[in-house]
């Protein structure tokens, strides 16, 4: 049964994964066959990557939702507490923003809710295949990596210190640290969706997001 497990949770890691290189791929292509019809069928593109992984491995027993963080920490008093240390990263990051006067490149609020699952997955697969919930989250930061690095390009220069690059990077990163903190999903989105709204709300990125 861990067997099967484990190897489910590969194949589910392994779509999201490849599933970026394939859209690269496969958007023109739709656009060049089907036209202005194309749209119609990418725009749920972003909802089935973020979601479907994570989804399938959860619905397939691949992976628990405690190692997932759908369940976050028992009791309501871990809840409250996970989510005071989540606020007052919020704050502290958003002060932090508001004295660097950054220009940030618009991005979609969406985006950080549709991430955040698939991180999530690969955090329990890592969980799930080292037996360590400090591992897999280094397993999971690994596979976030990976990703980033092909939804990016990486192997070309001109991409690798973009502000939508080093943006992504930093959400990886940050994603990593809050739920190291709180082992709750739920309260890791709110906190990437805070930050972003931060970051669309400062002045000089008002016109871009």
């Not at 809840?79 to 006067?101: D, I």
């Not at 002045?203 to 871009?208: L, S």
């Amino acid at each position: 049964m861990a067997s099967s497990a484990n190897l489910l949770a590969v194949v589910w890691c392994a779509l999201g994964l490849t599933a970026v290189p394939l859209g690269q791929w496969l958007g023109p292509w739709l656009r060049s066959t089907l036209g202005e019809r194309a749209e119609d069928i990418l725009m749920w593109a972003p909802w089935l990557h973020g979601l479907l992984p994570m989804l399938l491995a959860w619905i397939s027993g691949a992976v628990p939702a405690r190692f997932l963080g759908l369940l976050g920490p028992p009791g309501w008093l871990a809840w409250l507490g996970s989510a005071l240390l989540a606020a007052a990263l919020w704050w502290a990051a958003s002060w932090f923003v508001s004295r660097q006067n950054l220009q940030v490149p618009g991005y979609p609020l969406d985006w950080a809710v549709l991430d955040e699952p698939r991180w999530a997955l690969y955090r329990a697969a890592g969980w799930l295949w080292a037996m360590d919930r400090g591992l897999g989250l280094l397993i999971g930061l690994g596979l976030a990596l990976l990703e980033w690095a092909l939804r990016h390009r990486l192997w070309r220069g001109e991409n690798r210190a973009t502000p939508a690059t080093c943006l992504s990077l930093a959400r990886i990163a940050s994603s990593t640290l809050i739920f190291s903190l709180t082992g709750n999903l739920w309260v890791t989105i709110a906190f990437q969706v805070g930050v972003l709204r931060s970051l669309a709300a400062q002045p000089n990125n008002e016109e871009a997001v």
